[in-house]
Antibody, heavy 119, light 115 residues
């Protein structure tokens, strides 16, 4: 059974970088049949897909247009985890952030991390 | 106009059936998309229920009861989640999702009340 354990700070100052980690158990970040996604949820924006990374002989990344200039999703094969970095955050980036494993759908989700952007 | 539109709320009685709709924006043909459905209860992440493309191309999520099923209404350009034999535990938010323009896109969600 796949489990995703998220970690990272719950408070980030405006203009700084939001950094979260998703530790994977029960699967490999390098698996050629899955993708690793980040999604956020807020009352104002609902569920919003941010991007994903996946390995198919080489690594690929796909990002949402809305955050493409500010986002980086990286796999860490040594720790079997995937990270999210979102630069230059504003209060509009305040949300509950989730990582999710994509096999058939977004099948398995982390527990969520509430990130507040505030000074 | 949003890519996926869902009614904000729906109420139904225990034992009855509930039909939750997910309407695709004009110009996006529901027939070409696989519609995914999620259930979310307070304090928990969304949980995958099923996906539906056609009667011959659909998948039930692991452990999801058969009283949850998917369909489409081509005339309305909409995907449908049908929940039969409603139980109190079905009270939750329900979201639809599609892969569109190289991104996962979610509907705004329907809050289902069972009363």
């Amino acid at each position: 059974q796949v489990q995703l354990q998220q970690s990272g700070p719950g408070l980030v100052k405006p203009s700084q970088t939001l950094s979260l980690t998703c530790a994977i158990s029960g699967d490999s970040v390098s698996s050629n049949s899955v993708a690793w996604n980040w999604i956020r949820q807020s009352p104002s924006r609902g569920l919003e897909w941010l991007g994903r990374t996946y390995h198919r002989s080489k690594w690929y990344n796909e990002y949402a247009v809305s955050v493409k200039s500010r986002i980086t999703i990286n796999p860490d094969t040594s720790k079997n985890q995937v990270s999210l970095q979102l630069n230059s955050v504003t209060p509009e980036d305040t949300a509950l952030y989730y990582c999710a494993r994509e096999y058939v759908a977004l099948d398995d989700w982390g527990q969520g991390t509430l990130v507040t952007v505030s000074s | 106009q949003a890519v996926l539109t869902q009614p904000s709320s729906l109420s139904a009685s225990p034992g009855a059936s509930a039909s939750l709709t997910c309407t695709l924006r004009s110009g996006i043909n529901v027939g070409t998309y696989r519609i995914y459905w999620y259930q979310q209860k307070p304090g928990s992440p969304p949980q995958y229920l099923l996906n539906y493309k056609s009667d011959s191309d659909k998948q039930q999520g692991s452990g999801v009861p058969s009283r949850f099923s998917g369909s489409k209404d081509a005339s309305a350009n909409a995907g449908i989640l049908l929940i039969s034999g409603l139980q109190s535990e079905d009270e939750a938010d329900y979201y639809c999702m599609i892969w569109h323009s190289s991104a996962w896109v979610f509907g705004g969600g329907t809050k289902l009340t069972v009363l």
